[in-house]
């Protein structure tokens, strides 16, 4: 299920002041958020990692077609992945793969310095910043400063 336009807009906003990092969409789905990031932000680079193939598949097309050049996405497993330095990490997955997010955070090299949760909360950290969506679940948005190892 893809991002509410209300979270894109949330998550685009805590993107706002994370740097010149690349931004990466673990789980990137259909596109939607990486392509409009990546329209965005045309000098950064954006990274969308998706295991799903028709997905991946249909984003790789509009990618090509929007012709966005700052936008890579790869059919990955994200926790297979070691994140580019200064990387700002996206989500809007289950409780059970931030569990995961969070031991691959903690127990290898990295140089996140940012992570931003549509909905799910990394159970071990306390976000920077907490919006809360104006939507029928009043839905949280977080923000984590994340210390580079
Ligand atoms: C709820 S969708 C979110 C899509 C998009 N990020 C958005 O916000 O609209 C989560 C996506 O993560 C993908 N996913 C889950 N675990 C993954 C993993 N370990 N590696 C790559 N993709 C994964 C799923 O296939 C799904 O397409």
């Known amino acids: 299920m893809p991002s509410s336009m209300r979270a894109y807009e949330a998550v685009a906003k805590f993107t706002e002041d994370t740097g010149n990092g690349p931004i990466i969409d673990l789980g990137s789905g259909w596109g939607n958020v990486v392509i409009r990031l990546a329209k965005a932000y045309p000098e950064r680079e954006v990274i969308g990692y998706e295991l799903s193939l028709l997905p991946w598949f249909i984003s790789q097309l509009l990618k090509s077609i929007l012709r966005l050049k700052n936008l890579r ?8 992945v070691n994140f580019a330095d200064q990387s700002v990490l996206i989500c809007y997955l289950v409780p059970e793969s931030m569990a995961k997010i969070q031991k691959k955070l903690k127990t290898e090299q990295h140089h996140v310095r940012y992570l931003i949760s549509n909905n799910f909360a990394l159970p071990l950290h306390t976000p920077e910043h907490t919006v809360t969506l104006n939507d029928f679940y009043n839905s949280p948005v977080y923000r984590y400063r994340m210390k580079a190892k």
Do not use: E, T
């Open 73 to 80: 996405i790869h059919r990955k497993n994200f926790l297979a």
